[in-house]
């Protein structure tokens, strides 16, 4: 009997389908896309159903998740002091004269001038980047963002599935993201080192060749404990090359638009965070098991030339302060 009810009900009205599907999935899909073949059933069934569902708390996750950012930036916010050259620059020289005397060190010169006026120069800024032939020096930077922000993460978001293609079990695969991120971290440290002796080009130029071979090499079937290996020295040299560009632009950058400068190449690079996912996805679908990886590794090729081709006498601009510490001059 209660077959045969449904049966026809389901005959003079396709819509309670909808009605049972919006009962069932509500708490989980609220936005569900109506069916084209019965778009009154399907607002009918969103109406009397979704009021008759149980209210439900939000989820505990983004709220955790997000804490320790909001918590990072508070007390960097009240603890942080702020760059001496910069309040210079800005022509806030009593603040600047109260936290020299603050922290015991010399307050840097003002030099008369240096203050741009507010509201009416607002792209003098920008514009600087491009003045005096340094529009070359900032278009590689830009470059080797675009490519350097592709490449982490494009490997970052399909590093598992890449690594499932190429014959890897699911557990191992979500292994080699943790990996990966631990040799970042270690990245980081070492690469910061390097950088203060020998200069963010010339790092981020062997970092980004090193990356390069790297996820290269993870296109070949290796033992398991060597491929571990291998994603840790990749996320060593990945993350942190990145952070040789942001270097790099710091320090050959002025005092009053260095914050834009460094601003303006993170920017760029960030068409680079959003094309390299949606490359990652296309070459997956390809079926093939090495073509991701080599594409990627290709744009690691592309970031260490431009990267390196800031480093050269005809491209790169020492200031004054790249003269007083080394790894501007190194830079």
């Given at each position: ?16 389908l909808?009605?049972i599907?919006?009962?069932g999935s509500?708490?989980n ?8 073949e019965?778009p009154?059933?399907?607002e ?20 955790t ?29 009593d603040?600047?004269r ?7 060190v010399k307050?840097?010169?003002a ?10 120069e607002?792209w ?5 980047l ?16 675009f490519?350097?922000l592709?490449l ?10 890449m690594?499932?293609a ?6 191992s ?8 991120n ?11 080192r ?11 130029a062997?970092?980004f060749?090193?990356?390069?071979v790297?996820v290269?090499?993870l ?27 942001y270097?790099?632009?710091?320090a ?10 460094v ?9 680079g ?20 990886f080599?594409?990627?590794?290709a744009a690691g090729?592309f970031?260490l ?13 020492p ?8 790894v501007?001059?190194?830079?």
């Amino acid at each position: 009997m209660f077959l045969r009810l449904l049966t026809k009900a389901l005959t003079l009205n396709p819509g309670v389908l909808n009605v049972i599907g919006t009962f069932g999935s509500a708490a989980n899909a609220p936005h569900r896309p109506a069916p084209a073949e019965a778009p009154s059933g399907t607002e009918l069934s969103r109406t009397r159903g979704i009021p008759r569902c149980p209210p439900q708390p939000p989820p505990p996750g983004p709220a955790t998740a997000g804490s320790p950012c909001w918590s990072s930036v508070c007390a960097g916010w009240s603890y942080l002091p702020e760059s001496l050259t910069f309040l210079q620059a800005k022509g806030r020289t009593d603040e600047a004269r109260a936290l020299a005397d603050r922290y015991g060190v010399k307050a840097p010169d003002a030099t008369p001038g240096e203050r741009r006026p507010a509201g009416t120069e607002r792209w003098s800024a920008v514009a600087a980047l491009f003045r005096g032939g340094l529009w070359v020096q900032t278009l590689f930077f830009w470059l080797a963002s675009f490519g350097g922000l592709l490449l982490v993460y494009g490997v970052s978001q399909w590093l598992p599935s890449m690594m499932r293609a190429a014959g890897y079990d699911l557990g191992s695969s979500l292994g080699f993201v943790i990996v990966i991120n631990l040799g970042g971290i270690v990245g980081m440290l070492i690469g910061g080192r390097l950088t203060d002796r020998f200069g963010g080009a010339r790092i981020g130029a062997i970092w980004f060749g090193a990356t390069a071979v790297g996820v290269y090499l993870l296109s070949v079937h290796m033992p398991l404990a060597v491929t571990y290996l291998v994603v840790f020295l990749t996320g060593l040299f990945l993350f942190s090359a990145q952070a040789m560009i942001y270097a790099t632009v710091a320090a050959r950058s002025d005092d009053d638009n260095r914050a834009t400068a460094v601003g303006w190449t993170s920017g760029m690079g960030r068409f680079g965070a959003v094309f390299g996912p949606w490359l990652g996805g296309q070459l997956l679908a390809t079926g093939s098991t090495t073509t991701g990886f080599t594409v990627f590794a290709a744009a690691g090729v592309f970031s260490l030339i431009f990267i390196g081709l800031t480093g050269l006498p005809a491209v790169k601009r020492p200031t004054g302060r790249d003269a007083a510490h080394p790894v501007s001059a190194a830079s």
